[in-house]
């Protein structure tokens, strides 16, 4: 089997990567489902590593907590868990997370000549189908990344056993990456400040002004693979019914072109993502986001 390297980086299994009819799809979809990029023991890995981070394991810790963080801890409860940056605070699960593969896979179907990490959240959805944390609304990712310039950041939701419906899988609106957005919406609140029937009502009248259909697609992911997901794309997803946790991690991912910019909410105030209090600053005093400690470089060609 030939492999290549593309500058310098790793090598890379061409077989892994996307084909040209996977990237028209993507483009025309807003999604793709990836072929095996983990094996069995890295993914097994991976739990390890999580119930280790859960457990208090630290390399490193937060310089500070940004006003925004989403940071699960044992006080919380049975709820579902959100823990931002575990990229940076967990060696174990940085080392299997952090493939080269990851950021080959998305560079192809961005068309990006660089990909880097913009944020990581090890995600945990506990088997209780009554838990109202459980039920993720439909939201695009972009709404929350305003500080940013790019228009093709992307999702790698990655799950650590076979994800189906049953556990509240990832579900994409399929196509919606392609709408043209209503006005009127304070978009910068976040979904789980916000009413779910709200969230509901904006696709329904979205998908209307659009003359398109809401077409939903849960992704069937199986152990090892994970799917991608552009930042403009509606999803979310539902309860897990099964009777074993949702575990998982959403890698969003920015191409090298990105950059901080200024955003204003529509009351006047100014967007502050929480990378803006945490990565280095450029120069002329802007919130660096290749700062390499927080957004490491994941493929370059």
Partial sequence: MTVTTIAGMPQVDPDLLPSEED???????????SKR???????????????GFYAGERAR???????NLAYWEPSQGPVQRHNDYVHYESAAIAAILLKPVIGAVAARLAQASQIRVFQSTLIYKPPTPGEVTNLVPWHMDRHYWQ??????????FIPCHDCGV?????????GSHLWKEIEGDD?????ARRDRSELESILRQTAQANGAEVNSIPMEIPKG???????????GSGHNVSDRPRRAISLHLQDGEN???????PDGSLLTYNHDTLVRKTPDGKPDYADPDFCPVLWSA
């Fill in 37 to 51: 990029l983990f094996t069995d023991a890295e993914v097994d890995a991976l739990v390890e590593a999580s119930e």
């Fill in 225 to 235: 693979h994970m799917s991608f997901h552009h930042c403009r794309i509606y999803h």
């Fill in 61 to 67: 810790d937060l310089p500070s907590r940004p006003p």
């Fill in 23 to 33: 990237v028209r799809g993507y483009a025309e979809h807003g999604w793709y489902l």
């Fill in 259 to 265: 950059a901080w910019r200024p955003y204003h909410r």
């Fill in 166 to 174: 049953e556990m509240g899988t990832i579900t994409m609106i399929d």
């Fill in 187 to 191: 978009s910068t609140r976040h979904f």
């Fill in 147 to 156: 500080t940013c310039t790019s228009e093709a950041m992307l999702t790698a």
